[in-house]
């Protein structure tokens, strides 16, 4: 077979030299916000020294640490509803091949994950206006209709994740389960459940990141004491860069990368461990 | 009695009816919203626009007012950002794609550990947040950065370029920040491929050119179909990318519809905005589907 890989020095194929390339422009931009984010001058590309101040400042920007504070319970609350939803949206589309609406659904699931943001936002602010009107609620915009906002866009996301590990799953174990007697939510949550969870995971952290960095949408349905974490980097970015937000950004790419590092060398040792196990029982069939 | 029984609530309703009714809350129903309210009139009020239906003296009176339409034709000014919008999406798509597929093919090549390691740098960049990373591009773009400081260090140019607030510095934001949703389905669809249709290829004496236009490329259409979609379909929208590196020189729609609510208090303007942008994805959005439910069908 003629697998060539980016690492045979010989002769760099043309697709190796341009994943090289696309890492280089993906990553080198975030590199030189992260060296940056050292510099002792106040004017961020004039380097005068290597420093952490700005780190010090940041901690101590009360407005800056209350929106971290809000955008971090608010992505916390979307991710958990948005897999809640998600799982029981992964579980119509992938074990009920029929039911009323089947159609509509599959669009209502799929087409968040494509929309502009200023359309959802506007729209979800327009419903709020208009429930408000003729229910009075809600009265104050705020967390709970960011919530409600981020939980409708973030659970498409997690349905996508989720279905995709419910479809490649072998559904001869919940069929074992239930003509053993199990009924179906026995069976989901004795069977289903732990065999999906790596999924379940993947579908919350992703939701996480999705709120935490909304920005358009939550300025539209946001009340004018609610601010989150975006909204502050924005209004304080559209004035030019700055110093604090090199050093936030700094302390969240290295998070992201920490804990997405950390997954993949679990994941990557389940699957090693998977294969040997699958390898011996093949070998030594008792 | 069948029928009857086919509609009467039973135990699945427990799975199908949160999401469901979520959904259609939450996100079906506030299109209709923005379609009615793109309808009404601008009002010094709270909410700020005259309502369309009015009961007065036993008389139902409707006001459409068609003039936030007619407005959006009349000043070229709509028609020039929603040209321009779906021009910088199509070329952003354009150059994403032929970044984004030697990218995946190269990945779908790797054997096992590595592939995932990385796939998953490709996709990392996304999970950060993208304003930050536009914000990034700011840095590096502007008069006093990286690239205008070693262009003039090495003596390449006498005074720095304005690289920041120009209609490439959108491009550049947009490729940036969308590569990874073109990269991501790509690979998917490459790697399913049966690595046999090649070698069959390859006895039968057909070169590696031949094989991948041939082959790879017409097996991987629903891929780019769905890649393309997910890049072009919200950058016509896009909002954070010409505001902050496109200056007063790109205007998009995004922008317009944000300029029209949070700066007019326009609020059927900005309706009206959204719903000729709707229609205007609304092709897009449906292939998009199409190629979605395509794939949960594959793979049952």
């Known amino acids: ?286 | 009695m069948n029928l009857l029984r086919r509609w009467l609530p039973d135990r699945r309703w427990g799975v199908i009816a949160p999401p469901f009714l979520w959904l259609s809350l939450f996100f079906v129903i506030p299109f209709a919203l923005v379609f009615k309210i793109s309808l009404s009139e601008m009002a010094i009020a709270q909410p700020p626009y005259v309502p369309l239906l009015e009961y007065l003296d036993g008389v139902l009176n409707v006001r459409l007012n068609f003039g936030n339409y007619t407005w959006l034709f009349d000043d070229p000014l709509y028609a020039d950002a929603y040209l321009s919008s779906l021009g910088i999406a199509a070329w952003s798509t354009v150059i994403c794609l032929a970044i984004g597929y030697p990218m995946a093919y190269a990945i779908s090549k790797m054997r096992g550990s590595l592939q995932n390691l990385c796939l998953l740098l490709v996709v990392l960049p996304s999970w950060t947040s993208l304003l930050i990373r536009v914000y990034a591009w700011m840095g590096i773009l502007k008069n006093d950065g990286i690239i205008n400081n070693v262009l003039l260090a090495v003596g390449l140019i006498a005074e720095p370029l304005r690289l920041l607030n120009t209609t490439g510095a959108v491009y550049v934001g947009i490729v940036y920040a969308y590569l990874p949703f073109m990269v991501l389905p790509l690979y998917a669809n490459l790697t399913r491929m049966d690595p046999r249709l090649l070698e069959a290829a390859a006895d039968l004496g057909a070169r590696p050119l031949t094989r991948f236009l041939r082959i790879t490329l017409p097996l991987s259409v629903g891929g780019v179909i769905a890649g393309s979609m997910l890049v072009f379909i919200p950058a016509v929208g896009e909002f954070v990318v010409p505001e902050l590196l496109g200056g007063n020189e790109a205007t998009m729609i995004g922008k317009v519809l944000w300029g029209e609510f949070f700066a007019n208090r326009d609020w059927p303007v900005a309706s009206a905005v959204a719903t000729l942008m709707l229609l205007v994805l609304i092709l897009p959005i449906l292939l998009f589907h199409r190629y979605q439910s395509r794939e949960l069908e594959v793979a049952r």
Not at chain 1, 7 to 35: D, E, K, N
Not at chain 1, 43 to 64: C, H, I, P, Q
């Open chain 1, 1 to 286: 077979m003629a697998v060539r890989s980016m690492f045979s020095f010989s002769r760099p194929s043309f697709p190796g030299v341009m994943l090289g390339l696309g890492y280089f422009f993906l990553y080198a931009p975030m590199l030189v916000l992260i060296a940056y984010s050292f510099n002792e001058n106040k004017r961020v590309n004039v380097w005068s020294g290597f420093s952490t101040k700005w780190y010090g400042e940041l901690l101590a920007n009360d407005a800056m640490m209350a929106a971290v504070a809000m955008s971090l319970k608010l992505a916390l609350a979307t991710a958990t509803l948005a897999v809640v939803f998600g799982t029981l949206a992964a579980l119509m589309l992938t074990r009920l091949r029929r039911f009323p609406g089947r159609t509509l659904f599959g669009g209502m699931v799929t087409a968040p994950l494509v929309m502009p943001e200023v359309i959802t936002g506007l729209s979800l602010l327009l419903l709020f206006v208009a429930l408000a009107d003729t229910i009075g609620w809600p009265a104050n915009r705020g967390f709970v209709t960011i919530w409600i906002a981020h939980v409708t866009f973030c659970m498409a996301y997690a349905t996508v994740v989720i279905s995709a590990r419910l479809r490649e799953m072998d559904t001869s174990l919940e069929e074992a389960a239930m003509d053993l007697g199990a009924n179906r939510i026995q069976t989901f949550f004795a069977i289903t459940l732990p065999i999906i969870a790596p999924a379940l995971v993947a579908g919350w952290l992703l939701a996480f990141t999705l709120s935490l960095d909304d920005l358009v949408i939550a300025s539209f349905v946001a009340g004018p004491d609610s601010t989150t974490l975006p909204m502050i980097v924005f209004s304080s970015v559209r004035l030019g860069l700055s110093p604090e937000v090199n050093a936030l950004a700094t302390i969240l790419i290295v998070t992201v990368t920490a804990v997405s590092l950390v997954g993949f060398w679990f994941m990557d040792r389940n699957d090693r461990k998977r294969q040997r196990e699958m390898q011996a029982a093949l070998a030594h069939p008792d």
